[in-house]
T-cell receptor
Framework: KQEVTQIPAALSVPEGENLVLNCSFT??????LQWFRQDPGKGLTSLLL?????REQTSGRLNASLDKSSGRSTLYIAASQPGDSATYLC??????????FGSGTRLSIRP | EPEVTQTPSHQVTQMGQEVILRCVPI?????FYWYRQILGQKVEFLVS????????KSEIFDDQFSVERPDGSNFTLKIRSTKLEDSAMYFC?????????????FGEGSRLTVL
């Protein structure tokens, strides 16, 4: 049974810092991995999608990497801004029809 | 930009009542999902739906739950007899690819409050 873990559960850093969020999964036989952002009381916004054959994806200040063999993904945020404050979720496509979420990292960027 | 739309945004109901949550997935998408998120907790998979039938469901998705695609656009989640613990945000999502290699798009959610 696929399990997805995100550490840390919460993170607070000063504005301008680069930071890394971690996601690990127990079953390496995945289709893809997707990173989402969730603002309080809102839906989930897709940030980056990495297919199982890819090692990384980049969008603006965000870079996501995938190491299937070790069951890990990281989301790197460069030059953090207060507007980056949100909960970040990773989701693993563990079968053709099932996508499992981690519990998220609540990120706070201090001005 | 195409989006997943959900109605209602918030529903309050009495315990034991039936509730139907509605979703309009992105029009060319093929796989549809329902997830729920209890306040302060993780996003939990409920069910996936493809080619007019349930593809996979979780242990949460018991006999009280059902899904339907009554026409070419709507995708509904029905809870037959709501319990207090059904109070949560329910999210609909869709993917364009049948092999689930595509990007998952979410609606804004329907908040269900059971009294």
């Amino acid at each position: 049974k696929q399990e997805v873990t995100q550490i840390p559960a919460a993170l607070s850093v000063p504005e301008g810092e680069n930071l890394v969020l971690n996601c690990s999964f127990t079953d390496s036989a995945i289709y893809n991995l997707q990173w989402f952002r969730q603002d309080p009381g809102k839906g989930l916004t897709s940030l980056l999608l990495i297919q199982s054959s890819q090692r990384e994806q980049t969008s603006g200040r965000l870079n996501a990497s995938l190491d299937k063999s070790s069951g890990r993904s990281t989301l790197y945020i460069a030059a953090s801004q207060p507007g980056d404050s949100a909960t970040y979720l990773c989701a693993v496509g563990s079968s053709a029809s099932k996508i499992i979420f981690g519990s998220g990292t609540r990120l706070s960027i201090r001005p | 930009e195409p989006e997943v739309t959900q109605t209602p945004s918030h529903q309050v109901t009495q315990m034991g009542q039936e509730v139907i949550l509605r979703c309009v997935p992105i029009s060319n998408h093929l796989y549809f999902y329902w997830y729920r998120q209890i306040l302060g907790q993780k996003v939990e998979f409920l069910v996936s739906f493809y080619n007019n039938e349930i593809s996979e469901k979780s242990e949460i998705f018991d006999d009280q739950f059902s899904v339907e695609r009554p026409d070419g656009s709507n995708f509904t989640l029905k809870i037959r007899s709501t319990k207090l613990e059904d109070s949560a945000m329910y999210f609909c999502a869709s993917i364009s690819s049948p092999a689930a290699t595509g990007e998952l798009f979410f609606g804004e959610g329907s908040r269900l409050t059971v009294l």
